[in-house]
Nanobody, 127 residues
Framework: QVQLVESGGGLVQAGGSLRLSCAAS??????????LGWFRQAPGKEREFVAA????????NYKDSVKGRFAISRDNAKNTVYLQMNSLKPEDTAVYYC??????????????????WGQGTQVTVSS
């Protein structure tokens, strides 16, 4: 059984920052071999890709609208992936989910490629 647990969400004013964390656990889950991604779902909208990071941490991908504001990172020793969010905007308001996919995943922005999902954490940005 693999579990992904997000934390760090909350209410912040526009221009502020938040750091999301996602801790992974599982008896046979080798965290360092997985691609980790962050997705988000705003009210009334489809869930969308935000960012992804490969096993080594050297390769990252971002949704265009968050480039330069968000940074994804991972600590394989702690089985944790992070999403640092700066210069937050009201349109960043959403439930944020972390996900884990196989190390060979190519299309990291496609949800169906991920095997495991967290329960989500709410991020609300006030104007």
């Amino acid at each position: 059984q693999v579990q992904l647990v997000e934390s760090g969400g909350g209410l912040v004013q526009a221009g502020g920052s938040l750091r999301l964390s996602c801790a992974a656990s599982g008896r046979t889950f080798i965290f360092s071999t997985y691609v980790l991604g962050w997705f988000r779902q705003a009210p009334g909208k489809e869930r969308e890709f935000v960012a992804a990071i490969r096993w080594s941490g050297s390769s990252t991908n971002y949704k265009d609208s968050v480039k330069g504001r968000f940074a994804i990172s991972r600590d394989n020793a702690k089985n944790t992936v992070y999403l640092q969010m700066n210069s937050l905007k009201p349109e960043d308001t959403a439930v944020y989910y972390c996900a884990a996919g196989p190390g060979g995943l190519v299309a990291v922005s496609i949800q169906s490629g991920y095997d495991y999902w967290g329960q989500g954490t709410q991020v609300t940005v006030s104007s």
